[in-house]
């Protein structure tokens, strides 16, 4: 059995008190993709929760038999819905940041709406730099 670190001896390296996954992100995990296994080895280690927005499944599900891998993945994942307050904010942010991904502004605002510190491990860094900008408990990793 996995031993968890305490989170309280690791705090000063910047542990996130949660981790949101983009679509490329998921995609990457669900592939075997190492950077994106590690961190979730990370969290998982350091009981630090992983969450993916329900929106994010209609863009990497499509019924195919590669769809097993994302399913098992989400099998210890957080699945955030997304509520009409929810897309009312990701809508404003899109007109703050002047962006038009509907998708990614609902990932960012559902990481800011997390407490604490959030890690949002990405496929798609520069455009959720521009919406995490102004969102200082979020950090954007590029996977």
């Not at 989170?7 to 679509?23: C, F, I, N």
Request: net charge positive.
């Amino acid at each position: 059995m996995a031993r968890r670190r305490s989170r309280s001896r690791l705090r000063g390296a910047s542990v996130p008190d949660a981790v949101v996954l983009d679509s490329g992100a998921l995609s990457a995990g669900a592939s075997g993709q190492v950077r994106v296994r590690a961190e979730l080895a990370i969290a998982e280690q350091l009981a630090v929760r992983v969450h993916v927005s329900s929106v994010v499944l209609a863009e990497v599900l499509r019924g195919h038999a590669r769809d097993a891998r994302v399913h098992s993945l989400l099998q210890a994942v957080t699945k955030d819905a997304v509520t009409p307050e929810l897309g009312r904010a990701a809508g404003e942010l899109l007109g703050r940041a002047g962006g038009d991904d509907t998708i990614d502004a609902i990932v960012a605002v559902s990481a800011e709406n997390l407490s604490g510190r959030v890690r949002l491990l990405t496929g798609d860094a520069s455009d959720l730099h521009r919406l995490t900008a102004d969102m200082p408990n979020v950090s954007v990793a590029p996977i």
